[in-house]
Structure formats: C-alpha cells, structure tokens
C-alpha cells in the first residue's frame, strides 16, 4: 500500500488491534472505527489506516454505508495533502459515490490544491457555502490546510511578496501578521522572508561529464581531417 500521513500519537490501543487484525474485516466493529473518526474530527487528528478500515468495511457492506462518515473521512484526507492519503480513500469508493456531488465537489478542492493553486482554490471554497457545510464537522479544517500551503510555500521560497501570500492562505491584517509570526517568518517592506532550509536552498549542482580515451582520439583525429 502507498505510504499514508503519519500515525496519530493518541490512536486508542483498540483501534490499533483491530487495523492489525483480521478483525478490520469484521462488519461488527465499523461503529468503534466511526466513533473514531468522529473523534479525530474534533481532535484535528488524522488516522488515514483506520478510516480506510471503515470505507474497506462500506466496500463489502453496502448496508453499513454511512454517506456523512464517508464525507467527513474525504475532508480530513484532504488536511493531510501533498500526503495521498485522499486518493487512497477514493480508490475503495464505489463510482456512484465517486459521481455524487459532495464528493465531486471534494475532488474540484483537491485539485487546486494538487496544483498549487491556492488562490482558485479559496475563491471556489468561498463560492457557494456548500464547501463549508462539507467541512462543517471538521473541526480546524481552515487552519490545516493554511498549514499545508505555509509548508509548500517554506519548500519552495526564500522570500515571497506579502500580497501573494495573503492570496495564498486567504487572510489579511492582523490575522496574517499572527500567521507569518506563527511561521517563524518576518515582513518587511511587503516581502516575507522565509528561513534558508533544506528544500528551499540553492544548490551547486556540478555536471561531470565522463570521455574515454578512446573516444578523445577519435574526435582528434576527425579534427585533424577535416
């Protein structure tokens, strides 16, 4: 399986049983996993493994499927991005679930995300109050994707023009102060300096290139007749 966000400190010795287990595949134990995720939605964590277990356990069951956990376990991968923690979850959705609207409406936000577009993706999240009653019962879900978008930017800037940024995360004034602040960066003049890192450096490459010495003669020599 592709590598997934990384395991919550807290996930409860019972799920952890069940996920290593044979029990996952148990249709009995599906109400502790949602009881779970409903937990990591007011805790701002996120346990990819065991909210698989729940679409796996929806796969097999189609009885058990629970619409609004299946939506919520979409929003919280989408707090785990560039992880792929969200295309994994959509693998084991069923393509009439994966054409519903809420869940389309999920994939046009990961998207943008995907390709950096952070500007196009507020303004769609901000565009119709569907996208916020999505995330509604996720708590933090704002906050962790400015998260996401603050580490993208620190991979790949050195300094960033203070607009842009606020374009980026969707904040301005005093909140957008508090956040750079919270970053570890600084403004000045309407540019933000992001500390050097290893992503964010530059870096020497030299190119070697290797020639045989068989090879030089020849070249020599076609010199020589022309």
């Known amino acids: 399986m592709a590598r997934v966000s990384s395991v919550p ?37 996120c346990d990819t493994m065991a909210n698989l277990a729940i ?34 979850c959509l693998y084991l959705l069923s393509d009439q679930m994966a054409n519903e609207e809420p869940v389309v409406r999920l994939i046009a936000l990961q998207d943008l995300l995907e390709q950096a577009r952070y500007t196009d993706f507020w303004k769609v999240y901000e565009s119709d109050d569907i996208y916020k009653e999505l995330t509604a019962e996720v708590l933090g879900f704002e906050d962790a994707i400015r998260a996401n978008i603050a580490n993208a930017v620190a991979m790949t800037f050195q300094s960033i023009e203070l607009q842009s940024l606020q374009a980026y995360v969707h904040l301005k004034g005093q909140a957008l102060s508090d956040f750079i602040q919270a970053q570890g960066w600084t403004e000045t003049n309407g540019v933000v300096s992001i500390p050097v890192n290893k992503d964010n450096e530059a870096k020497t490459v030299v190119l070697a290139e290797n020639i045989r010495f068989e090879q030089l003669i020849r070249v020599i020599g076609h010199s020589n007749d022309a």
Request: hydrophobic residues 35%; aromatic residues 8%; negative net charge.
């Open 9 to 45: 400190a807290s996930r409860p010795e019972v799920i952890q049983s069940l996920i290593d287990g044979v029990d996952r595949y148990n249709p009995d134990n599906v109400t502790i996993l949602e009881e779970y995720l409903a937990t990591q939605c007011t805790n701002k964590e």
């Open 55 to 88: 679409l796996k356990l929806y796969q097999f069951n189609n009885h058990l499927i629970n619409d609004q956990v299946v939506n919520n376990i979409l929003v919280k991968a989408l707090t785990t991005l560039p992880e792929p923690d969200f295309n994994l």
